[in-house]
């Protein structure tokens, strides 16, 4: 960069930085919030103030947003498998490589952790962590929706709903146990069921994870000198950290116990006891 474009990006910041204080103080009314900084916290976590009406049905906002996210990852694999699969070529393009590469990484998942038995295990952790990706960055887009006091509301990632991490913990835990169960008949089920607490940790892993991010937004969002550009860096920083740790965290943990509870346990085989032969002794 020469000397006179440098300047002129100075310039430029300079002018930008010092137009974002202006608005700052012009708008800063010494405390402008409606709620308590305890009422934010706890409505996104436990969603008691902002309800949605879905279908006559009352409903929390992340219910609405997990079937918005179901029905968007639906619509572009059909779109893909009709328009895109046709035209793949032996030299691949940028799509072309772009698909592979994502549905590549989670066979090679599965056919690592789990060589004896991975079919439907890669099918099941790339929806998995498909779903967790797209559904964690799928607040970034702001889609708002009515609330059943009136008000709109942007919806929030499915998993910021402790029912939805939970949702996804139990039925990887009981895809898991189906590998089992395949695999070693009953005694897959003695292997999964040993394995008490992993629903609950995979649960709780993502709604934690996921929380954290959307409480850390809220906070620089509700202190009024923080509230211009940072929220977004922060919001769109914490999201996509989330949703690609959260997506190979899930994803790797159920790949890796589905691979240990299909392995075949073979019996050992057990020892016939030799018979003991008397020895006659002539006297």
Same mark, same amino acid.
């Given at each position: ?39 934010? !916290? ?22 609405? &947003? ?12 059909? !779109? ?9 070529? #032996? ?29 439907? =295990? ?26 059943? &006091?009136?008000?709109?509301? &942007?919806?929030?990632?499915? =998993? ?32 999964? =069921? ?22 850390? #937004?809220?906070?620089?969002?509700? #202190? ?8 977004? =860096? ?19 943990? #159920? ?29």
């Amino acid at each position: 960069m020469d000397k006179g474009k440098r300047t002129r990006f100075l310039v430029v910041t300079a002018i930008v930085l010092v137009l974002l204080l202006v608005s700052i103080f012009i708008t800063y009314k010494g405390g402008g919030n409606h709620e308590s900084i305890k009422t934010v !916290m706890r409505d996104a976590v436990i969603h008691e103030e902002n309800k949605m009406n879905f279908f006559g049905l009352t409903v929390n906002p992340s219910l609405i &947003a997990g079937y918005l996210v179901s029905a968007i990852l639906l619509f572009i694999a059909l !779109m893909i498998r009709i328009f895109a699969i046709p035209r793949f070529k #032996t030299v691949p393009g940028k799509f072309q490589i772009v698909i592979e590469t994502w549905v590549g990484y989670f066979d090679n998942l599965a056919k690592t952790n789990s060589p004896h038995l991975n079919g439907a =295990l890669g099918a099941y952790i790339f929806a998995a962590g498909s779903y967790i990706f797209v559904g964690t960055i799928f607040e970034l887009f702001g889609i708002q929706w009515m609330t059943t &006091a009136g008000n709109p509301m &942007a919806l929030p990632a499915p =998993l910021c709903d402790i029912n939805g991490a939970i949702a996804m913990g139990v039925f990887s835990y009981g895809f898991i146990m189906s590998g089992g169960i395949r695999k070693n008949k009953l005694k897959g089920i003695g292997l999964t =069921l040993k394995e008490f607490s992993l629903p609950i940790s995979m649960s709780f892993r993502l709604f934690c994870a996921l929380l954290s991010g959307a409480l850390v #937004t809220e906070l620089v969002y509700y #202190t009024i000198m923080l509230s211009f550009v940072l929220p977004v =860096l922060v919001g769109v920083l914490f999201t996509l950290i989330h949703a690609v740790v959260q997506a190979y965290v899930l994803t790797m943990l #159920t790949s890796i116990y589905y691979g240990e509870v299909s392995e075949v346990h073979e019996k050992k085989p057990k020892k016939k006891k030799e018979k003991k032969t008397e020895v006659a002794v002539e006297a």
